[in-house]
């Protein structure tokens, strides 16, 4: 599948409250990307994207090298809107989190 007429979709990264995310490519810079969906109720509810336009101006100026880059927020022909961000590898943070409430459960730590 093709988004905004650019992005190749890759792979299912996750899905929650707000919108699935994928792995994609973006067919023009070659770059790969995190693709949000956001879903169509909340698409559809001109409070709730003002939040989400508000928020994204906020965060798209936020540079810090522990957190992914917010790029750009996207509508296509439909009305649906997408965030486009940087992409990082590894781990998820709730993996992440559940792996080391397992260590902590059973009395190992790691320290770094």
Known sequence: DVILGRYELIEKLGSGAMGMVFQCKDRISGEIYALKMVPPELSRDDEIMAQIKENYALIHNLKFPSIASVDFLEQDQYGAYYLIMEFA????????????????????RHYR
């Open 89 to 108: 590898s590894g781990v998820n943070l709730s993996r992440w989190l559940r792996k080391k409430r397992q260590q902590e459960q059973f009395g190992f």
